[in-house]
């Protein structure tokens, strides 16, 4: 079984258990989170103030960014120097795990604004501890012939947790709580059978720095050597978050307020279009890792993929029709579906420092928080000034910029 220092070693092996574990880890936190923030939470904010949804789901965007924020550096940063004989990512994806279906079970009962608002940042603390130690595994435990594969992993396992949460969440509009009820159980089972089916090893023998005011420093700042191409991608990064929150956060209303459609076909067509992009996401995500690993080219694919985001955000800003969401889906799906392998091949290759690797990669995850927030602003501003419809296009405007990024790294080809 490969441990934190078979990669170091040289070990060639990738394992059937860590794979699959990569798959059931980020599934198992994104599809209670996307399906709560993206479907569930906006219904629950419609029914309790119908006028002010928009900027309140863009208010509670920016306050969760605050929280998710730290809490990835900081909790990414402890794991980094935990020393157990677990592991050092193991005790921080059970614990979060387990407190993150409590936060959902008392959520879940939220019946005023402040109320949600309070335990959703609560929420957003524990689930990104998660995130942050399940995603250093393809840096501490992977070796670099298999990263693109472990990265198709990964993103497999983004893609089910986001679209498949958008799915589920969509059945239960009717009932928010029941939905949230449902997340909260995955969270817990999803992530305690992924940390458990890892079988990360005691990392007690490696050595760690005493702890200091200097290494408190160090373990909260950016990376600042050999730096470059790891701002570069986390730029790509956010603007390629940018640019697909903004439409998918306001599905709904879009839905609803662009295509006219009411609560029953709105849930139809939801649940259409989630089932199309998570079909066509899985079978890309599953082709672009070990093409990247056979080819040596990860940053060529991406630029490729957001140019196919970009054409696919016009066509319903062309065609304002359900026929035309529906293509809108197919097009972006393959084009996510492949990105989610790609980005974290990239990523994982952009690292100053492997050693580092949560903190860094919690950086690097600050494209997707901060991304849903930059999202939210935009949308709300272009909603505000031109309507749904010009969403599309500033999507395309967006997702070219976050390729020509990717196109500028040096180190990945």
Request: charged share 10%; proline share 4%; glycine share 8%.
């Amino acid at each position: 079984m490969t441990s934190n220092a078979d990669v170091t070693n040289a070990d060639e092996r990738l394992t059937w258990r860590l794979v699959v574990s990569l798959v059931i880890g980020p599934a198992s936190w994104l599809l209670p989170h996307q399906g709560a923030i993206a479907t569930l939470l906006p219904q629950k904010i419609s029914e309790i103030d119908p006028v002010n949804k928009v900027p309140l789901v863009m208010m509670f965007s920016t306050v969760a960014m605050i929280v998710a924020l730290f809490s990835n550096i900081a909790l990414g940063a402890c794991s980094d120097r935990t020393r157990t004989r677990f592991g050092k990512r193991k005790p921080w994806i059970i614990g979060c795990s387990i407190l993150s279906c409590l936060v959902l079970l008392i959520y879940s009962r939220a019946e005023t604004i402040p109320v949600m608002l309070a335990w959703w940042c609560v929420y957003e603390f524990v689930v990104n501890g998660v995130a942050a130690a399940i995603v250093a595994q393809l840096s501490d435990r992977v070796p670099a012939r298999w990263r693109g594969t472990a990265s198709s992993a990964y993103g497999l396992g983004q893609t089910i947790g986001g679209q498949a949460g958008i799915l589920v969440a969509a059945q239960f509009l009717g009932d928010v709580t029941l939905g949230v009820e449902v997340f909260a159980a995955i969270a817990l089972i999803g992530g305690v059978v992924s940390a458990l089916l890892a079988g990360e090893r005691s990392n007690l023998h490696e050595p760690v720095a005493p702890f200091s005011k200097r290494e408190l420093v160090t373990m909260s700042m950016f990376p600042t050597r050999n730096a470059t191409d790891f701002y570069k991608t986390l730029a790509a990064r956010f603007l390629l978050v940018v640019g697909s929150s903004m439409v998918s956060n306001y599905m709904l209303y879009i839905l609803q307020d662009y295509l006219g459609l009411d609560q029953a076909g709105a849930q139809r067509l939801l649940s259409v279009n989630s089932s199309i992009t998570l079909i066509i996401g899985l079978v890309c995500c599953l082709g672009a890792g070990p093409l990247a690993d056979r080819i040596g080219r990860p940053k060529q694919l991406a630029v490729a993929t957001t140019g196919m985001i970009a054409v696919g955000a016009l066509v319903p800003f062309v065609f304002p029709t359900p026929a035309g969401l529906i293509v809108f889906s197919i097009i972006v799906g393959i084009a996510t579906g492949a990105n989610s392998s790609l980005i974290q091949t990239i990523s994982v290759i952009v690292l100053p420092n492997p050693e580092a690797a949560a903190k860094d990669l919690g950086f690097l995850n600050l494209a997707n928080t901060l991304g849903g927030v930059g999202a939210s602003f935009v949308a709300a501003s272009v909603i505000g000034q031109f309507g749904y419809g010009a969403m599309f296009v500033a999507q395309a405007v967006v997702v070219l910029l976050s390729g020509a990024l990717f196109y500028s790294i040096k180190r990945v080809r």
